[in-house]
Nanobody
């Protein structure tokens, strides 16, 4: 079993910054992908950014140039640096870790709220 614990959400003014962290523990296959997704009220959960163990990244178009995903493999931790936040970035942000080992293993954190005031 894998556990993901997120931290770093909160309230910030538009134009401000926040840094989210997600620490993974448990039986983690090393060749994994970690990422962040977000879900606003009444909307589906959408991709924000992902990063492979080797550091390859993928971003949603809406956050390119403003958000940066990174990871510390030794700590099994992924970060999301969010700059120039906009009111439309407000959502619950979820950490995700997945890997394939004979089958797909897909794990989610409990979510952390990000609120952006205009």
């Amino acid at each position: 079993q894998v556990q993901l614990v997120e931290s770093g959400g909160g309230l910030v003014q538009a134009g401000g910054s926040l840094r989210l962290s997600c620490a993974a523990s448990g039986s983690i296959w090393s060749n994994n992908v970690m990422g962040w997704y977000r879900q606003a009220p009444g909307k589906q959960r959408d991709l924000v950014a992902t990063i492979t163990r080797s550091g390859s990244t993928n971003y949603a178009d809406s956050v390119k140039g403003r958000f940066t995903i990174s990871r510390d493999n030794a700590k099994n931790t992924v970060y999301l640096q969010m700059n120039s936040l906009k009111p439309e970035d407000a959502a619950v942000y979820y950490c995700n870790l997945n890997f394939f080992l004979g089958q797909l293993y897909d794990y989610w954190g409990q979510g952390t709220q990000v609120t952006v005031s205009s």
